[in-house]
């Protein structure tokens, strides 16, 4: 992603948006979560060349979105001081019990879609993508698992992102239409 590879920068986005918009409500409105999101990973694609090999990326963007939602709402009246109190290490909320079991819901529903989502795939590449962003493979590993060089690994897996995004699109637009 440092060097402009667009793809690499797509995969970041897609696999941390929906957990840096669900840590992000814990600290504001939906619609600034949002905006928080999309400035940071603006600012991460046009400082690219510049950033440092995180250790963590998923702490990296926490931490980056945590700064960019208290600069988006430090001229909010009152609310400047609460955000220097805060503490940099929020706790969990304690959910309620019928919360629990919705999102429970919620997540065994999403699950099920993928699995059907995934079961459209052709069974390389299939393989290929949970080796990858299941088991957290590097594509090196994924290319000796499946005896195949690196590149058709990372191949395979691009190829079965673009299959899902498309099947994700088509549906998405399918829901617009009803609607």
């Known amino acids: 992603m440092r060097a402009g590879d667009e ?3 797509d995969v970041l986005y897609n696999r941390y948006f929906q957990v840096l918009f669900s840590y992000g409500k814990r600290l504001a ?21 510049s950033l440092n090999q995180a250790l963590s990326v998923k702490f990296y963007l926490f931490r ?4 960019e939602i208290v600069r ?36 065994m529903e999403q699950a099920e879609q993928l699995r059907r989502w995934l079961d459209q795939l052709p069974p390389r ?12 493979l590097e594509y090196a590993q994924v290319a000796e698992m499946l005896h ?4 058709t690994a990372r191949n395979l897996v691009q ?11 088509t549906l998405i637009f399918g829901l617009l239409n009803l609607s």
């Open 159 to 169: 190829k079965a992102l673009a299959i899902l995004k498309k099947v994700a699109i």
């Open 64 to 67: 980056s979105l945590r700064r």
């Open 148 to 151: 195949i060089k690196e590149q």
């Open 29 to 49: 409105g939906e619609e600034t979560v949002s905006d928080a999101i999309q400035e940071l990973f603006i600012t991460i694609w046009r400082q690219r060349q």
């Open 72 to 107: 988006m709402r430090k001229n909010e009246p009152g609310l400047h001081e609460a955000w220097e109190r805060l503490d940099e290490k929020l706790l969990p909320v304690q959910l309620s019990p019928e919360s629990l079991f919705a999102h429970n819901e919620e997540t």
């Open 125 to 136: 590449q299939n393989e290929a993508l949970l080796l990858r962003y299941y088991h957290n």
């Open 7 to 9: 793809s690499a920068f």
